[in-house]
């Protein structure tokens, strides 16, 4: 098992099912595990009515397999669910090109999750605030044996802090932040359940009444970090020098870092192969979403979250920091048998382990963006796959769906009614082009 290796040359030009016998062939994952990524094992219209209401019905992504990936030193595979062409190559090369300086170094920090408890009506404000300071190691006792599974874990209350807030429609207000460790959970409900307990004490305590009571998605003291470091020589390929691929990647982080504009498609890049592994190991990728652009923001600017520069020995030196709460145990992470397959297929023990994954994707992916920009432009690599799109919706099938492609790619046309022309020329029983 620790001699497997994430370089899997040639992965990609093997039809689908000989991938999948691949991964099976070399023990990153059992038959049976084929079967829940394969639909019909995965989730059913069954299963999915335990999980949502009114379903009618399951909806289904394709889920690649990011290669190349060296995190912390250990070789991973990672699962992306994702439906825009390139996320998954993209990832993949970058993830190459960083082996040459050792892979990715990542960390996260304790699984600290914020709920915040909302009071209002207080007739002495100041003074309330101070005596729910007085009274912390109180109040966290209150929630002591609340649940005794996650305490048994190591998890549990840690801290509390209080903050006044003032509004036209409200006037001042007082919020507390309950500090909660939910160990390998995305801890929405545990935060959840000891708001809710916490609530009547805080009333008793500051004679205000209680209105919101539930967790924030700016997750950040539950941050995840990773860096890269690449030597220049290795970003070199066709006409651009290792110097030229660096310095352009810096001057487009640059970019992102100086204008809101440009960090907003920035931070989506960074996101698309965030979300992607999110949504394959049965995360909440629209919490991590709303905690990313949030902290990016954080300063009071909305800024790009990442970071690109050059070292003393001219090496190329990328960062990513943001909130990641990411859970391998309760909700669809256990639920979903996709998702079950998904994390057995990175491997991963702790919640801890999986962001750190998780944050070094979305470095990848980000690199992979600003080297195409900087370099020959976002369209090439992702118009040549938006090309065999294009050819199935025209009605391809079989080998004309790459035909019409490689057609369209070399025109420099991709476009539904062109797709539409070479599917009929194609399909002529007088053409040449079918013999």
């Known amino acids: 098992m620790t001699n497997r290796s994430s370089r899997l040359p040639g992965f990609y030009r093997l039809p689908w099912a000989q991938r999948r016998q691949r991964l099976v062939e070399l023990g990153w994952l059992e038959p049976e595990d084929l079967a829940a990524l394969g639909g019909a094992q995965g989730l059913t219209p069954e299963l999915a009515d335990t999980m949502i209401e009114n379903v009618v019905g399951v909806f289904g992504l394709p889920l690649g397999i990011a290669t190349n990936f060296v995190v912390n030193g250990r070789e991973v595979l990672v699962p992306m669910a994702v439906e825009e062409p390139s996320i998954v190559a993209g990832a ?3 993830a190459k090109l960083a082996r040459a300086g050792g892979g990715f170094r990542a960390h996260a920090t304790e699984p600290h999750m914020i709920g915040q408890i909302q009071l209002v009506d207080l007739p002495d404000p100041y003074a309330a605030r101070l005596r729910v300071l007085e009274a912390k190691d109180q109040l966290l006792e209150a929630l002591r044996g609340l649940d005794p599974l996650l305490e048994r874990l190591g998890g549990g209350p840690r801290d509390l802090e209080a903050r006044l807030l003032q509004h036209p ?7 507390v932040h309950l500090v909660y460790d939910v160990r390998d959970a995305m801890g929405a409900n545990a935060v959840n359940t000891a708001c809710e307990r916490l609530a009547p004490h805080l ?6 009444r209680a209105v919101l009571r539930i967790l924030s998605n700016l997750a950040d003291r539950r941050l995840a970090r990773a860096w890269v470091r690449i030597p220049a020589d290795a970003l070199a390929f066709e006409g651009f020098t290792g110097p030229q691929v660096r310095d352009g990647i810096v ?8 204008d809101p504009y440009r960090a907003a498609t920035h931070n989506k890049g960074i996101m698309n192969g965030i979300d992607a592994v999110l949504i ?14 949030a902290y990016a923001a954080r300063h009071g600017r909305y800024t790009s979250l990442s970071t690109w520069e050059v070292d003393a020995d001219g090496a190329l030196v990328g960062t990513l920091e943001l909130p990641l709460a990411v859970g391998i145990v309760g909700g669809a992470t256990r639920s979903h048998p996709s998702a079950r397959a998904a994390l057995k297929l990175m491997g991963v023990r702790t919640a801890r382990e999986l962001a750190e994954i998780v944050v070094a994707v979305g470095l990848a992916q980000n690199m992979a963006a600003l080297r195409a920009l900087a370099t020959e432009g976002i369209q090439r690599g992702h118009m040549s796959l938006h090309a065999r799109q294009i050819a199935m919706a025209a009605g391809a099938t079989g080998d004309l769906v790459e035909r019409i492609a490689r057609q369209m790619v070399a025109e420099g046309v991709i476009r539904l ?10 399909r002529s029983s007088d053409d040449p082009a079918t013999a």
């Open 92 to 94: 993949s090369f970058m």
């Open 169 to 175: 429609r409200l006037g001042m207000f007082l919020v």
């Open 203 to 208: 009333e008793a305590l500051t004679g205000g």
């Open 251 to 258: 001057a487009a982080w640059a970019f992102a870092a100086a």
């Open 280 to 293: 394959a190991t049965g995360n909440d990728w629209r919490a991590v979403e709303a905690g990313a652009h």
């Open 417 to 426: 009614d062109r797709a539409q022309e070479l599917l009929a020329r194609y």
